[in-house]
Each structure stands twice: as structure tokens, then as C-alpha cells.
């Protein structure tokens, strides 16, 4: 049944039973689905001596006359075919299967709700630099240390022999990801092989005794103790960290050390004896002891 057909048999069945629907609300005439859908027509009486006519128009669309319909005494008219419903007259209605804007597969039947299709917003990536390890800057190589000892080139059984590394921070240049570069490389421990195998790793590349404030054979950090005479090859190696910044920009970080060799030096110990003399041996070479 219409909105419009509905209205006219309500009101029918009122005058039936001897009320005026022009005494009640239109509410009471048009049920709450067909008042959200506004579908509820204009409903006009005209009471004579002898009947009342009842009046309601179906709204058109704008610009045109709407459809009509009369009720006298119960009876009524319509000008939509019966079976027709309210949702059909939506402009989103579709009568048979279909597809949607959104692309939804429609089958008919009530309207759906229609909604603007989704707007697809790209994300925001941040930027991040890229990690660069130790293998990137392979064509950038640190200054290496070299190795230093005292006494030089020799030493006594039983006593101290100082060792230590000379380096400091180096930072060459070149190109890398085809952009102009620097890399800094900066000393970070230290490792020492007495060739006795007797080995040490520091965070020290130590110093002179005279630069630490020792007497000479004192013991250092760094140095070492040889019990046996003999030659040994004393090797060291420094473990470097490395930054990076592209055309004079910011150092970040690489992923990674780098180690590099010093040079070797080989030391001659000797075994020291004392002995007691009675004169000067230089003024008495025949001296006891001498």
C-alpha cells in the first residue's frame, strides 16, 4: 500500500467509526516508518451536511503537480499502482542487481546508505638516514698507529719494558653513494702482542715513562716483562670507530670498528749479571771481580 493510499484508509476507518480526522494530528494518521521517510501527504477535510470529503496530495517533485486522492465515506483512490513501496520513489533505489559507486554489489530492495567513496591518503614516511657500516667506507682507510718501545730495541730479562702506540684521530676524504665525503676515525682500544705470547687489549694506547711520571724500568699499562733472553717480534693493532657526514653535513654513525695493524719492532733481551769487584776495574783491570 502507498503512503498516500495508506493515509486515505486511515482516515476512512475513522469516519467509520464517527471521528473527524479533522480532529486528530496527522501523526495519528501516518505511521512513524513513513514519517521518517517523509512520505506523509498534506491531508485536507471538507465536512458537508451529508459527507466528508477527504482530501491527500502525494508531493511531486519540484515543478511538478503531485499525484492526488479522494476518500468519501471509507472510500478511496490512488493514482500509484498498489504494491508499490515508499522506498521505491528514493532516487538511490536500484530495482534489480546492481553495483554501487563504491563498488558494492547491490541485490534491490530498501536503500542502502550511501556513503562518499574512501579517499586513500598516502603515508607519511619519515625521513631516516640510511645505516652505513664499516663495509661502505671500505675505500676509506684510517692514519694506523705505530708502535714505540723503551729502551730502544733492547732490554734486560726481569726488568720492565715499556710499549705504546702513537695515533690520534684521522679523518679522510673521498666520495661515497657518488656524493663528496668525510670519515673520521677515532683510536678506541688497543691490543699489544709481546711475541712470548704474552698479549694485552687496552683503552690505553699508553705513553713514554717520562710523559706517565715513571722512572725508567718502572711498570706501565702497556708494557712488559721478558724472562728469558732471546729475540722477540712485538706486534700491536688499534680498533678504530668511524663517523661519516656527505658534503660537509652533519657525522652520523657507521655500523662497525675498524682494526688496523702498527708496524713490528724486534727486541733483543739480554740477562743482566752483577758482580762485586774490589777496585775500580778501569784503574786495576786485574782486580778480583774484573
Known amino acids: ?3 498516500l ?5 486511515s482516515a476512512a476507518a475513522l469516519l467509520s467509526v464517527g471521528l473527524a480526522p479533522s480532529s486528530l494530528p496527522l501523526s495519528a494518521l501516518c505511521p512513524q516508518l513513513l514519517s521518517i ?9 471538507v465536512v458537508d451536511d451529508d ?15 503531485g499525484g492526488s486522492g479522494q476518500a468519501t465515506n471509507g472510500n478511496r483512490q490512488s493514482d500509484k499502482p498498489a504494491g508499490v ?5 528514493n ?11 563504491d563498488g558494492t554489489e547491490y541485490e534491490g530492495g530498501p536503500p542502502p546508505i550511501i556513503r562518499e567513496p574512501w579517499e586513500m591518503i598516502s603515508p607519511t614516511i619519515l625521513d631516516a638516514d640510511a645505516v652505513v657500516t664499516v663495509d661502505d667506507i671500505a675505500s676509506f682507510r684510517p692514519t694506523p698507529g705505530t708502535l714505540v718501545m723503551e729502551p730502544n730495541g733492547w732490554t734486560i730479562a726481569g ?46 694506547a699508553g705513553g713514554s715513562w717520562e710523559i706517565q711520571h715513571l722512572a725508567e724500568f718502572d711498570a706501565t699499562p702497556t708494557g712488559h716483562r721478558y724472562t728469558a733472553p732471546g729475540t722477540y717480534s712485538v706486534t700491536a693493532s688499534v680498533e678504530f670507530t668511524a663517523e661519516y657526514r ?9 655500523l662497525g670498528t675498524v682494526r688496523t695493524s702498527t708496524n713490528a719492532l724486534d727486541v733483543v733481551v739480554a740477562r743482566a749479571t752483577t758482580v762485586l769487584v774490589s777496585n775500580n776495574c778501569l784503574v786495576m783491570p786485574s782486580g778480583t771481580g774484573c
Open 1 to 3: 500500500m502507498t503512503p
Open 5 to 9: 493510499g495508506f493515509v486515505l484508509a
Open 37 to 45: 521517510a517523509g512520505e506523509c501527504p498534506p491531508l485536507t477535510v
Open 51 to 65: 459527507h466528508i470529503d477527504i482530501n491527500a496530495t502525494k508531493p511531486g517533485a519540484p515543478g511538478t503537480a
Open 85 to 89: 513501496l515508499p522506498w521505491e520513489e
Open 91 to 101: 532516487p538511490n533505489y536500484l530495482a534489480g542487481p546492481g553495483t554501487l559507486p
Open 159 to 204: 726488568l720492565d719494558t715499556n710499549f705504546w702506540i702513537d695515533v690520534a684521530v684521522s679523518t679522510p676524504n673521498g666520495e661515497l653513494f657518488g656524493t663528496p665525503a668525510s670519515v673520521r676515525f677515532t683510536p678506541s682500544s688497543y691490543r699489544f702482542d709481546y711475541g712470548d705470547s704474552g698479549t694485552v687489549d687496552r683503552t690505553s
Open 246 to 254: 656527505l658534503d660537509g653535513d652533519t657525522w652520523l654513525p657507521v
